[in-house]
């Protein structure tokens, strides 16, 4: 999308590099039920992003390390 809205690129299709279905499928993630979509370009093992917390009002929390 970055691309298309620099004008660098018409079509999707016209895309340097165009992955097969079996490529694509092994990088989208499921999310919200049937809502699919690429999953993030970096992966960790062992240490899946996730937030465990609700987002903090601004300026609402202190500057100090969480315990583990």
């Given at each position: 999308?970055?691309?298309?809205?620099?004008?660098?690129?018409?079509?999707?299709?016209?895309a340097p590099e165009v992955?097969?279905?079996?490529?694509?499928?092994?990088?989208?993630?499921?999310?919200?039920?049937?809502?699919?979509?690429?999953?993030?370009?970096?992966?960790?093992?062992?240490?899946?992003?996730?937030?465990?917390?609700?987002?903090?009002?601004?300026?609402?929390?202190?500057?100090?390390?969480?315990?583990?």
């Amino acid at each position: 999308m970055l691309l298309q809205r620099q004008e660098l690129l018409g079509q999707f299709s016209d895309a340097p590099e165009v992955l097969a279905e079996e490529q694509l499928a092994a990088r989208q993630v499921q999310e919200h039920g049937d809502l699919k979509t690429v999953g993030p370009v970096l992966r960790t093992s062992g240490a899946p992003p996730f937030w465990d917390k609700p987002t903090p009002p601004l300026g609402g929390g202190s500057p100090v390390w969480l315990p583990r």
